[in-house]
Structures are given as C-alpha cells and as structure tokens.
C-alpha cells in the first residue's frame, strides 16, 4: 500500500516491455540447398578431401551411358551382391529381401525371385543405386534388374480330430478296419 494505485499496473507494463538480461540472442540459421556443401579451406590444407556423392539418378545416367559390357560369372555377381548388402545395415528389412542372389538370363537381366508386392516396392525404392552399383563393379552397362513374384505353396494346417484322421487314412488305409472293429469314433 505504499504506491498508488495507479503506478502499481504502470511498473508491471514496464516490466513486461523491457527484455530480459540473460535472453539468448537467435542467430538467422544459414542452410544449404539439398545438403549442398562448399569446401573447407581448413580440410583442403589438412589433406582431407571429400568426395562428391552422386545422386542415384546420376549414377544411373552416367553408368548406362559409358557402354562397357564384360561379361560376368554368377559367382562374381554373388560376391558384389553381398558387398552391396553390407551397405543396408540400417534397413533390415530390405537387406533380407535381398538376401536372395538373382539369377542371370540372356541380355545380362538379372531375375529376383521374391514373396510379395510389399518387398516389390522395397526393392524400386533402391532400384536405381543397386543397378547402378552393380553396372559400375562389374563392368557392364546393360545390367537390368527383374522382380518376379513367386507363389509359395503353402501347408494345409490339420486341426480337428477329423482332419487328422484322414490325413492318417492316407498313409494307412488299414487304419479304417481299426476303426470299424473296435467301433472307435470322435467325439
């Protein structure tokens, strides 16, 4: 009750306009467009010197435009499919998708045998840095990468009682003359 009432909201009003002390200062963030990095001066004098990493479709251009086909055996594309593997630590998923080596048919087309469309559209997403790694290991520019869907044919599962008697009466007939002489049934 010391102050009027007056000064009391006046100080407050006050308060609130000045900013604090301590307040850090925000700095405009500079970025680079689409991971864009100019050289270090202080890399450069140190001998450190990055290489520039190609986009999967520059890959795709420039190793489909070179022209060079050697041939390759299976066993050389088994080895580059495995060394290329080891790059997908951090994508499981995709790394056992690929855990099958393709086969090889006319015109150098690499055929891949897979379950589903879920690991069909894991494979197009990496499709064009796969084919442009490998055309670039192993020499050869008219690589083309195939996926086939395969059909697994799968088990009937046996579960009732009945079920299990007849898959018992196809490997024993007889077992139908037990049945009727000691007038066995299911319940």
């Known amino acids: 009750m010391d102050q009027p009432p007056s000064e009391a909201p006046k100080k407050d009003a006050e308060q609130k306009k000045s900013p604090p002390v ?18 270090s001066i202080k890399d450069a004098l140190a001998g450190k010197f990055s290489e520039e990493k190609l986009s999967a479709k520059e890959q795709h251009e420039i190793y489909t435009s070179v022209g060079e086909t050697r041939d390759f055996t299976p066993e050389a594309l088994k080895m580059k499919w495995d060394e290329f593997l080891t790059r997908l630590d951090d994508r499981p998923n995709l790394k056992s998708t690929l855990s099958r080596t393709p086969k090889i048919e006319d015109g150098y087309q690499l055929v891949l045998e897979i379950d589903n469309s879920v690991q069909d559209d894991l494979i ?9 790694w490998l055309r670039k290991e192993l020499r050869n520019s008219k690589i083309h990468l195939i996926t086939r869907i395969t059909e697994v044919e799968k088990e009937k599962l046996i579960y009732t009682d009945s079920e299990k008697y007849m898959e018992m009466l ?13 007038k066995l049934d299911f319940e």
Request: aromatic share 2%.
């Open 22 to 39: 301590d307040a850090p200062v925000k700095k405009p963030v500079r970025r680079l467009s689409r991971g864009a990095k100019s050289p």
């Open 124 to 132: 197009n997403s990496i499709k064009p840095e796969l084919i442009s």
């Open 170 to 182: 196809k490997k024993n007939p007889r077992l139908e003359l037990l049945k009727q002489k000691f």
